[in-house]
Structure formats: C-alpha cells, structure tokens
C-alpha cells in the first residue's frame, strides 16, 4: 500500500464502532452490507466478526475511498465485494450478485476525513480549494455552479433549508454580491463577514457548507431512497443500523423507522384503517445512541453522531 493512502486509512477514525457492530448482530457466516464503506473501518470488524464464511459488500460513492477500503480489506480475499455507487442503489447490487437478502446494513452517514482532510475535495473551509464537494468527482454539479449560478432567493432557500441556517438571506445576500466564487477560502471569508465571528466552536460557514454538499451530493434523496431499500432487502431477525451526524439526517431515520415500526398510518379520528399498511420493523432503539465522552475526547467529530437501530420482522 502507498503510505498515502496507508495513513490516510489509519487516519479515518469509525465513529461508533462497538456499538455499530454489537447493534448488527453479528454472527459467523450470513450476508452483510456496510452501504458507506469509507475507509472499510466498520468493514473491517464485520469482516473479522462474521469470520470465516461471512460475506460483505461495501458500497461508496468515493472512488477514492474505494481504492482505500480495497487495499485495506484485501486480506479478505473473496468475503469482501466493493461496489462503486450509492445505497440507493442497494436491491440492483444485490440482484447483480444473487443475494436474495442480508442478515445485516450498516449506514454510516458521516463525512469522512478521507474527504474533509483533503482541501482539493473543497469540502472544508480549514484548508483553501476549490468549490467542488462531490463524493465522487464523475458527478456533474459541483457547489462553484450552486454558489455562481443560483438566484438570491434559491440560494437563500437551499442555506436555510438544507443548513438550517437563520441567516440565510444576509448570505446569499452577500454572496451574490461578491461573484463570482471559485475558492472555499473565499466562500468562507465572505459568509464570516456577513454573519460575524460568535463565541464557539462552530465556524460561521459551517452551516452553509453544509447546505451546499448536502444539495451538491442530493444526500437526503439518496438517504430516503436507500432506507426503502435496505428494509426491502433485510432477512427476518436483519438489522438496520443508521448512524447520522446532522438534524436533518437523523429526522428522516427517526420518521422513516418509527412509521415502518407502525401497522396503521391512518388518522386518529378515523374509524377502520384504510391505509393498509403493515410494519416491517421492531425498533431496538427508542433513543438514538450517542458517542461515549471518552469516544468524544479521542475523536472530537464525533460528537454529533447519533445510532439508530431496527429489526426486520417475519415477512407476511
């Protein structure tokens, strides 16, 4: 392995890694899905856990990572298939390798520091580099054509609602005014300005960066779609273990697995169902699991991280 990509993969910190793999179950044997393979920090454990039949497919976006997690994971020979693509593309990966279904999917949806540390990626404002934030750098829209060629109102609208962000129109505002942008140091600078510099540890372009990859990498598309499909294809006894880092993430985890662990979605005040709608899932964790302190102090990104967990039921 190049020493690059050798300390980059020792680098890349799994963010409750325990935990995630106690949630999963574990066990000898079966078919497992890590659909953010990152770094194959997770894999790795599954790999060794499910030893010595067990198979895994890992799937990310990051060809980059990708290449990473092949080199890391290679002493598994055969027990381990990584698949360039989405987990919103999960059932056509499983179809194409005969898995009719698997006993386990794990959703880290971090950003990994595969890809934050890196300034070419454009994904922080800690080191200058271009406006690109792409998990994989084949896909056509980049944040430079979000931040240049957007309207005052649409930029407005995608920092508020994909950054939460209060101040979204003073940054639009002022973004407008100063482009065009090429260069995250200059995004950076010019957010700072407009917003001003407040006590604490959040950066005032955190929001906003946000806000761009999150549209730039269609995060919450791919994230409802891909958890119709890892419940689709989860055996009876599976488990669904999804670990968010941001508000907006965990939102849609928490409503997508607290509504296919409910049989009828109808109103209250109507009398019969109608809805017809059957639960497929037995949640095994009311509240999210959150990193220890410990795991924090070693680890500060994971401090927003929250695990949700789910069981597939018996199939009707």
């Not at 995060?219 to 006894?237: D, H």
């Not at 500060?300 to 018996?314: F, G, K, T």
């Amino acid at each position: 392995m190049p020493a690059p990509e050798r300390d980059e993969a020792e680098k890349h910190i799994p963010v409750l890694y325990q935990e995630a793999l106690d949630a999963l179950h574990l066990h000898p044997g079966g078919l497992w899905v890590d659909g953010t393979v990152g770094a194959g920090g997770h894999a790795l454990g599954i790999l060794e856990r499910t030893a010595p039949h067990g198979l895994l497919l890992g799937l990310d976006r990051d060809p980059h990572a990708l290449r990473i997690a092949a080199r890391r994971l290679a002493r598994y020979g055969q027990r381990v298939i990584l698949r360039h693509g989405t987990f919103a593309q999960l059932s056509s990966h499983l179809d194409s390798l005969g898995w009719s279904a698997v006993d386990g999917v794990l959703l880290d949806l971090g950003l990994s520091s595969i890809q934050l540390d890196d300034p070419a990626r454009g994904f922080s404002f800690q080191g200058d580099g271009p406006l690109d934030m792409r998990f994989d750098p084949q896909a056509p829209l980049t944040a430079a054509d979000l931040v240049n060629g957007l309207s005052e109102d649409e930029l407005a609208e995608l920092i508020r609602r994909y950054g939460e962000e209060p101040r979204a129109r003073r940054i639009a505002r002022a973004i407008v005014a100063e482009r065009p942008m090429r260069s995250t140091a200059h995004l950076a600078q010019v957010v700072a300005a407009a917003v001003g510099r407040r006590k604490g540890r959040i950066h005032p372009a955190t929001r906003t960066f946000q806000a761009l990859r999150i549209a730039v990498n269609d995060e919450l598309k791919v994230l409802e779609e891909g958890l119709e499909q890892a419940v689709g294809c989860l055996a009876p006894g599976g488990r669904l273990v999804v670990i968010a880092f941001h508000s907006l993430e965990d939102r849609i985890v928490k409503r997508f697995l607290r509504r296919e662990s409910t049989d009828c979605l109808c109103p209250p005040q109507r009398p019969a169902c109608t809805c017809g709608h059957r639960r497929s899932l037995r949640l095994v964790t009311r509240k999210p699991i959150r990193p220890s302190q410990e795991e924090v102090a070693r680890n500060p990104r994971a401090r927003s991280a929250r695990m949700r967990v789910a069981e597939r039921l018996e199939l009707a």
